[in-house]
């Protein structure tokens, strides 16, 4: 079965950057939907940034103008730069692909991120 793996969570000081990444155990080359969610203590999982099929990119209002979400196809990795990282950012960030001709998407384990200040 296909696995998403995320990596380069842990705890940072507010202010500063840290980068996550998605590793897949099938090819993006042909995928629907990436995307990275996130989900605090006692909240839903909300959407944090995505790219759709059309090359479209999708970002939450929280996150817009700190967050980068991008795409490596050779190595069928999909990371998040977060900068300018707040103690509101603090959550169990996830990776989430919609692979061509398959559903539901497809959900990682999850990656810690805290932020202190």
């Known amino acids: 079965q296909v696995q998403l793996v995320e990596s380069g969570g842990g705890l940072v000081q507010a202010g500063k950057s840290l980068t996550l990444s998605c590793s897949s155990s099938?090819?993006?080359?042909?995928?629907?939907?990436l995307a990275w969610y996130r989900q605090a203590p006692e909240k839903q999982r909300e959407l944090v940034a995505e790219?759709?099929?059309?090359?479209?990119?999708n970002y939450g209002d929280f996150v817009k103008g700190r967050f980068t979400i991008s795409r490596d196809n050779t190595k069928n990795t999909v990371s998040l730069q977060m900068d300018s990282l707040r103690p509101e950012d603090t959550a169990v960030y996830y990776c989430?692909?919609?692979?061509?001709?398959?559903?539901?998407?497809?959900w990682g384990q999850g990656t810690q991120v805290t932020v202190f200040a």
């Open positions: 790219i759709v099929h059309d090359g479209t990119y």
């Open positions: 099938r090819s993006i080359f042909r995928a629907n939907a």
């Open positions: 989430n692909v919609w692979f061509f001709g398959t559903a539901p998407s497809v």
